[in-house]
């Protein structure tokens, strides 16, 4: 089991900068992703780590959203610069076990989930 519990969320406008936190605890997952879900919409990977530490990302926010992975703590990151409307809604972090390669931006995955974090973006 993986437990994960994201924090950083809030609200800040157009072109500002928030950064999430997801600490995870538990067995050691060895690739982890962020995923977002807006309202009306499906839940959209934006960007993950995989086994081998290589980073992908949305092509939405490429460029604007920077993840990282503190292994020590056991804490993934994801910063996100140059914020826009439509980055508004709730992140969730992912994780799984076992040796995954690639781009890793579908939910099913992972099979571990955090609880969530809103983030509103005003124009």
């Known amino acids: 089991q993986v437990q994960l519990v994201e924090s950083g969320g809030g609200s800040v406008q157009a072109g500002g900068s928030l950064q999430l936190s997801c600490s995870a605890s538990?067995?050691?997952?060895?690739?982890m992703g962020w995923f977002r879900h807006a309202p009306g919409k499906e839940r959209e990977g934006v960007g993950s780590i995989d086994s081998t530490r290589v980073t992908t990302y949305a092509d939405s926010v490429k460029d604007r959203f920077i993840i990282w992975k503190d292994n020590a703590k056991n804490i993934l990151y994801l910063q996100m610069n140059s914020l826009k409307p439509e980055d508004t809604a709730i992140y969730y972090c992912a994780a799984d076990r076992g040796w995954r390669t690639g781009r890793l931006l579908t939910p099913s995955i992972f099979g571990y989930w955090g609880q969530g974090t809103q983030v509103t973006v005003s124009s």
């Open positions: 538990g067995q050691r997952a060895s690739h």
